[in-house]
């Protein structure tokens, strides 16, 4: 995460370990991270992916900026799995925003 922060990569973390930050844990084998898929964002996905030495012969920019992705890195329980869609959030909500601020430490924590 320190890579797309460094880079402006818009993204949230979801699934396990986002449930774990609202003290909803549960067993996961992977990191789930949703990545903007727009040109702009995919341009930051890749240079962020890059310079942390992900395997992206199989990836280009054009394929993070499409949803319905899945693009994954390593292996369970190590693994991370990048997505351009998700469908159980209305990412961009407001209070979607109010989550990953709280989460970050710039916020207080949702009602």
């Known amino acids: 995460m320190s890579e797309f922060n460094a880079r402006g990569v818009e993204y949230l973390v ?26 702009a964002n995919a341009k930051r996905v890749m240079a962020a992916l890059t310079a942390f030495g992900a395997p ?30 998700i469908d159980a959030v209305a990412v961009g909500r407001a209070q979607d925003l109010a989550d990953l601020e709280w989460l970050e430490g710039s916020a207080k924590k949702p009602e």
């Open 14 to 39: 979801v699934g396990a370990y986002a449930l774990a930050a609202h003290g909803r844990v549960r067993a996961t084998g992977d990191l789930d991270v949703w990545v903007r898929p727009d040109a």
């Open 56 to 85: 992206l012969q199989d990836a280009d920019e054009d394929d993070f900026s499409r949803p319905g992705l899945v693009f994954q890195i390593g292996i369970a329980p190590l693994r991370i799995d990048i997505l351009t869609s």
